[in-house]
Structure formats: C-alpha cells, structure tokens
C-alpha cells in the first residue's frame, strides 16, 4: 500500500489548487498525516501537517493561504492552497504513519504531485 497524491498542475500567481492523497489500498490504523514539498535543488521541508484527532501545524510560509484536512472514514488528505506564490512552487508529497493488517507500523511519502506557480 502506497499514498498517492494529485491534484497539482500549473496555475498564476495568486490562484487555487487543491491536492488530495489516498492509499492504494485498505489500511487499517492511520495517526499523523501531512504535506511536505521540495523545490529544485532545496531540501524537503514540511508544509502542514494533521493528526486523526484533527489538531494541526503548519509553516509559517503557508499560515492563512493553505488549509489541511482529512477524510478519517476514507484515510483521504487534502491540502487547498489559496493566493499561491512562484515560492510555493515544488513536488508535494503526502505523508502517512499507517499500519496494513498486522503488519508494523510504517512511514510513506507517496510519490509526489508537481505544483508550478507562475508569476
């Protein structure tokens, strides 16, 4: 089971985008979920994050334009992001600490959906 993010695409300075993230398959126990991007030749930096009682964080490059929220019942992420900026422009990937079945505990980013604000 992996998370698959989409949703990205190209938009102006100033518009909407909203990506989502799903599993490829059932998970059974899903806790902290969350957004993270990485710009050409910079390193991945977290963009916000939920946990499955709802409670979030973001950076304070994205305070007051980007909004995270989760869909428990389908183990669904969203992130819309408002008045994006070129900066904003990056490969997001979702994160998940799921477990499948009784296997361990795990970590996944999914692969990643390209974001390009253009000025």
């Known amino acids: 089971v992996q998370l698959q993010a989409s949703g990205g695409g190209l938009v102006q300075a100033g518009g909407s985008l909203t990506l989502s993230c799903a599993p490829s398959g059932n998970i059974n126990s899903i806790t902290t979920m969350g957004w993270y991007r990485q710009a050409p030749g910079k390193q991945r930096e977290l963009v916000a994050t939920i946990t499955n009682g709802g409670t979030t964080n973001y950076a304070d490059s994205v305070k007051g334009r980007f909004i995270i929220s989760r869909d428990n019942a389908k183990t669904t992420l969203y992130l819309q992001m408002n008045t994006l900026k070129p900066e904003d422009t990056a490969v997001y990937y979702c994160?998940?600490?799921?477990?499948?079945?009784?296997?361990?505990?795990?970590?996944?980013w999914g692969q990643g959906t390209q974001v390009t604000v253009s000025s």
């Open positions: 994160y998940g600490h799921f477990k499948v079945g009784r296997g361990p505990w795990r970590d996944d």
